[in-house]
């Protein structure tokens, strides 16, 4: 650990001052003799300085690995228009759009949003087969306040076809009681406008967008070998420009990539991408992109005796002590450190114990 070699630079302390008086043992004479310079004689010798302590706790300790990533809002999603026709109107980058909202539109109607995964492949009318379409529309349909046909289901029904008329009606649409797959724009949830790639002008059937999800995320490209630090759900803590918070992870990339150095050129190491969601976006005070460093838990000791990192001294034959302090009293005890983490330590040795005081730098 970089802790660990940190403080193996700390041998001994010197903890008493060296005065100017010289002591001298005459052998043989059991005789003291004390030399001193005239001009400092009268001057007592200082105590030694006061040393700083610090308790011995048990605690939770947890390994961490650090890996740098970059805030954003995630992968970018091409929008490109099914509908025939021209575009009228177009969102501006960075708005945000919710179910119902028109995203563009065309011909002067708006081509609003529906939730879902599974996209609309056909043509929904009367007397269309049952499939997981239909329900992917009567959902939206009854969310949006249009229903009447009970609850969602596979199959296009009178009731879902009226439904659907006065859905049509509000947008200021045909009411045909037909549904196409170019009339709406299908996202899982609500939509951040990253990127206009149509024209006002321009024909719909083509590119429009590029839109992300509306949370800020931080995506991390993690060696392959280190993929086991992050799974879906795992909370970790995050860095971005000195302020740290925590997420979650909401998830772990499958397919490894070539990394790239700076200058975009092959590093040797294979990567995957892991997204992790903010907990709290202010962490990210108004930034839209910046580095931001994610840490990941690699080990948890539970119920552990933890002292400062700065309670370490280095012997000189090999290993680790502390230094206990009792009532003034103090002594070395060689201790076996474990893991080190956040400027602690994990430590055992014979006579420690939670409440025990040791000597500390820090």
């Known amino acids: 650990m970089s802790e660990q070699s940190t403080h193996r630079r700390r041998g001994h302390r010197t903890r008493w001052a060296v005065g100017t008086a010289v002591l001298v043992v005459v052998l043989g004479t059991g005789s003291v003799v004390v030399l001193a310079n005239s001009s400092e004689a009268q001057t007592p010798v200082a105590p030694p300085p006061p040393v700083a302590t610090a308790t011995v706790n048990k605690a939770d300790l947890s390994e961490q690995e650090d890996a740098g990533g970059t805030l954003g809002y995630g992968a970018e999603t091409d929008v490109n228009g099914r509908k025939a026709g021209t575009i009228t109107s177009l ?193 990210a005070g108004g930034l839209d992109t910046t580095p931001a460093t994610v840490h990941f838990t690699r080990a948890v000791h539970k119920d552990v005796l933890v002292v400062p990192v700065g309670a370490l001294l280095a012997l000189a034959e090999g290993g680790y002590a502390v230094e206990v302090d009792q009532n003034g009293q103090r002594h070395l005890v060689p201790v076996k450190t474990g893991l080190f983490s956040g400027g602690q330590v994990e430590v055992s040795g014979g006579g420690l114990a939670a409440g025990v005081k040791v000597v500390t730098t820090s």
């Open 91 to 283: 969102p501006s980058a960075g708005a945000t759009i919710t179910q119902g909202q028109s995203v563009y539109g065309v011909d002067a109607a708006p081509v609003p949003l529906f939730y879902g995964t599974l996209p609309f492949y056909r043509e929904l009318s009367a007397g269309v087969t049952d499939g997981p379409d239909v329900e992917v529309l009567e959902t939206n349909l009854q969310q949006l306040g249009y229903g009447g046909f009970g609850a969602p289901d596979k199959k296009f029904t009178a009731a879902t076809a009226v439904a659907l008329k006065k859905w049509q009606k509000a947008q200021g649409l045909p009411q045909t009681g037909t549904f196409s797959p170019g009339d709406v724009v299908l996202a899982a949830g609500p939509i951040r406008v990253s990127a206009v790639t149509g024209t006002l002008g321009g024909p719909a059937a083509g590119p429009v967008l590029k839109t992300t999800g509306v949370d800020k995320v931080v995506e991390v490209k993690l060696d392959v070998a280190k993929q086991n630090l992050a799974k879906a759900g795992d909370q970790v803590s995050i860095e971005i420009n000195g302020k740290t918070g925590t997420g979650k992870v909401l998830e772990v990339g499958h397919t490894a990539v070539a990394e790239k150095d700076g200058n975009g050129q092959p590093s040797g190491k294979s990567v995957i991408t892991v997204t992790v969601k903010l907990d709290d976006a202010a962490l």
